[in-house]
């Protein structure tokens, strides 16, 4: 079965997870980290060159 997670503003599938069983295929809602920065949701911090979000 597939997993697909559809961010609710933007629409856009922000992540998909395979999972052994059924066939088929499930949409999940969620937030994308893009949509959920704009909103003030992620704070980005910096650590050894990498962006990390809390």
Do not use: D, R
Not at 8 to 22: A, I, L, M, P, R
């Amino acid at each position: 079965m597939t997993i697909y997670y559809i961010c609710e503003y933007c629409e856009q599938v922000f992540s998909t997870v395979e999972t052994e069983g059924q066939e088929g295929s499930v949409e999940v809602k969620g937030i994308c980290e893009e949509c959920a920065m704009e909103m003030g949701l992620l704070e980005p911090t910096s650590m050894g060159g990498k962006q990390y979000f809390n």
